[in-house]
């Protein structure tokens, strides 16, 4: 017999034998489905912007302030257009003057440099500060991660747009806030070359990641939850309600838990009061310029800065901000080859860096940035004759509420033979 008279008895018509036909078409239409649109999708990828757009909108002044320039606040603003999105800028100060590169902190933009900006433009030196992507006035590229590269390509397009010259050896002093502090030594390591001195401001890059919270770990993961999820959470965390306001030491609670890092200052030191190691109203008052406090900037960049959000998440995940040993030590030896060169040992001149020292300017009761973990953390990669440590009388607002100290204390580091 022909085995094709077998074929009936595969027609008993059951109701399992039914259910799991359909079962089987069922599961492979839906393959054919999802496989058919993920080809389409490859075929026709969606338009999907890469920039958010900074706000158009002004920051809330005085009735009283109706000037252009004074709508940005500082002199010397302009945009500057690349491909990653426009970037805004400040410079000013005397044309022959010396040329300072300012960099703020991971949440406030760049206008929490003012008072230091203007100080130093005020004793004769030549000031540039930029916000970050994402921060102030900058737009904020989003297919990109906010690491070092992002942050390194911003600052020589920053340099470029000016119509001075802020390249070649030893054309600026740097200096670095909180975030700043961070990159500015990351950019260092690469560039030596180009900068003149190096002044780290309650600098990051060597907080230790056991003072991550669960929560911060889970917050600013990637690959586990929807981003979408992710975003929102953050967003509603950090934006302040409507009677309410949010200042940089609430921000910085999303880097470190300040609960853990409280723990390494001594028993016997004096707490403030009335700084951001509290939360007190000095710092959420500070006055970053004439009618505008850090509160009311912060508040005004949650609301209408789509992009700071996104910015701010991936710098946490990608920026140079914990344990970058591998930098520091690399500085390090940098900055051991120029003292040895100061010291007429090896007979190199070698260009930038040449005090062969970092100068660190730390608040007493930083609660993000520690002073005796960050002294400890340095002197194993710098060396004890790689770093000056200066401590001056508040916390992490040091920038803001200590700007012409601060100004002061880095002219004189330049100025030392």
């Keep these: 017999m022909s085995p094709w008279t077998a074929a009936p008895s595969f027609r008993v018509h059951t109701t399992n034998s039914y259910i799991t036909m359909l079962s089987a078409v069922g599961i492979s239409a839906g393959l ?9 999708n490859t075929r026709r990828p969606k338009k999907r912007d890469t920039v958010i757009k900074a706000p158009k909108s002004r920051l809330p002044l005085p009735t009283s302030e109706t000037d252009a320039e004074e709508q940005f606040l500082l ?22 003057g010396e040329k300072v590169l300012l960099m703020h902190g991971i949440s406030t933009p760049c206008l929490s440099l003012a008072n230091l900006g203007v100080e130093l433009a005020s004793m004769g030196y030549r000031v540039m500060i930029f916000d970050f992507f994402g921060r102030g006035y900058s737009d904020a590229p989003i297919d990109l991660p906010y690491d070092l590269r992002l942050y390194t390509t911003q600052i020589l397009l920053v340099l470029a747009s000016s119509g001075m010259a802020w390249t070649g050896n030893e054309a600026f002093h740097l ?8 990159v500015a030594v990351s950019f ?32 600013y993961s990637s690959g586990i939850f929807p981003e979408s999820l992710l975003e929102f959470l953050v967003r509603r965390r950090v934006t302040p309600p409507d009677d309410g306001g949010t200042n940089e030491a609430k921000m910085a609670g999303e880097v470190v838990d300040i609960a853990t890092t409280r723990q390494a200052v001594p028993k016997g ?18 006055v970053l310029r004439p009618g505008l406090t850090v509160s009311t900037v912060m508040r005004w960049q949650l609301r209408h800065h789509r992009g700071f959000v996104p910015a701010f998440m991936s710098s946490i995940r990608h920026a140079p901000i914990y344990e970058q040993t591998e930098d520091w030590r690399a500085l390090g030896e940098l900055l051991e080859v120029r003292r040895r060169n100061l010291e007429g040992g090896d007979g190199l001149n070698l260009p930038g860096l040449r005090a062969g020292r970092v100068l660190m300017v730390l608040g007493a009761t930083d609660p993000v940035i520690v002073k005796e973990e960050l002294i400890h953390d340095a002197t194993a990669v710098l060396g004890e004759d790689g770093f000056e440590a200066v401590l001056l009388d508040c916390g992490h607002e040091i920038v803001m509420t200590k700007g012409k100290e601060v100004a002061h204390l880095a002219a004189g580091f330049w100025s030392a033979p």
């Design 32 to 40: 054919l489905v999802g496989v058919g649109a993920l080809l389409e």
């Design 75 to 96: 002199p010397g603003g302009r945009d500057v257009e690349t491909p990653y999105g426009s970037i805004r800028v400040f410079e000013w100060g005397p044309e022959d």
């Design 175 to 182: 200096v670095g806030y909180s975030l700043g502090g961070g």
């Design 188 to 219: 260092a390591r690469y560039y030596p070359h180009m900068i003149r001195s190096l002044v780290l401001i309650a600098g990051g890059g060597l907080i230790r990641k056991e003072h991550v919270s669960f929560t911060s770990k889970v917050l």
């Design 269 to 286: 030191k004096k707490k403030h009061g009335n700084s951001d190691a509290s939360g007190g109203d000095s710092y959420d008052n500070a």
